[in-house]
């Protein structure tokens, strides 16, 4: 079964649909995974229902005109978890849930990592870790200049807030106060290498945005009402850009791959992807 739910649907049971929604997602995005051949399935399924947060219950966005001036913007910084992005998507109706197919074939189709109007919806090339909050902050720059009003949503993984240039991009939306952009960490505490805290002294997270200007807050990445409820919460009445730590876990909603960081590496197979779907889909 393949469900699409249009915003209004939140209007009644949002938490049923958003959650079935997710698992949708999370097993096309498994799916494409296996047959395009990619890994980085634990940090697809990290970050999904924050996706889901953003694009059923947060922005403003109509997927019939994805160029739209006034359109909120969103970045998946962390590009190795296209897989996640392409399925939402698809399932907000961007483009057809049969395009998914062409995912990382040689020369067609959707990439393994994001690039340039290779689909409707995707504002940038990301994958090099470090650049999209500087992209994402001059968008909402872009947006006081030009007179038009839209957010800047930009997704990143914890163990990219490595990047230095994360930093002075961090340094800088304070000082000219632009208030219509949104950083959104991923927190599921792994990276390529190893636990982020042991990679490197990520902690206390918040309080290190905070340090740096932004109004910062802790949630539940996979509480979809919650995340819902901050995210919306843009401009923040404080007048700085907002920061989010959303504490989530790598692998999400598969049981043999959460919070195992081989699924970063890992390719999953036909198997994988059947008894990832039992479980997800039952």
């Known amino acids: 079964m393949e469900i699409r739910i249009e915003k209004n649907a939140l209007l009644t049971n949002p938490a049923n649909h958003l959650d079935l929604l997710a698992r949708q997602i999370r097993c096309k995005a498994i799916e494409i995974s296996c047959k395009g051949a990619s890994p980085h399935v634990g940090s697809a399924l990290s970050c999904v229902d924050i996706l889901v947060a953003a694009y059923w219950g947060a922005m403003n966005i109509d997927p019939q005109h994805p160029n739209s001036p006034d359109r909120d913007r969103f970045i998946l910084s962390k590009g190795h978890a296209a897989t996640a992005i392409y399925a939402a998507l698809a399932y907000r109706g961007f483009f057809p849930m049969d395009f998914l197919g062409t995912y990382n074939r040689e020369n067609i189709g959707l990439p393994e990592h994001p690039s340039p109007r290779c689909a409707p919806g995707i504002e940038m090339s ?116 907002v920061a989010v730590i959303a504490h989530t876990v790598k692998g999400k909603g598969v049981s043999f791959m959460e919070d195992d960081n081989n699924w970063h590496y890992r390719i999953p197979n036909e198997e994988d992807f059947i008894k990832a779907k039992k479980e997800l889909l039952p």
């Not at 163990?159 to 219509?180: K, M, Q, T, Y």
């Not at 959104?184 to 206390?204: C, F, H, T």
């Not at 932004?214 to 919306?232: F, M, N, P, Y």
Request: net charge negative; aromatic share 8%.
């Open 126 to 241: 990301t994958g090099s870790l470090g650049h999209a909050l500087s992209v994402g902050i001059g968008m909402a720059l872009a947006s006081r200049i030009n007179g038009v009003p839209y957010r800047s949503y930009v997704l990143m993984g914890d163990g990219e807030c490595n990047e230095g240039s994360v930093w002075e991009a961090a340094l800088f939306a304070p000082a000219h106060r632009i208030d219509n952009v949104i950083a959104i960490i991923d927190y599921n505490k792994w990276q390529a290498s190893g636990r982020s805290d042991e990679v490197m002294s990520l902690n206390p997270l918040k309080q290190k945005w905070e340090s740096f200007g932004w109004s910062a807050q802790e949630v539940d990445g996979h509480d979809i009402g919650a995340l819902i409820r901050v995210l919306k919460n843009v401009p923040d009445p404080s007048g700085k850009p």
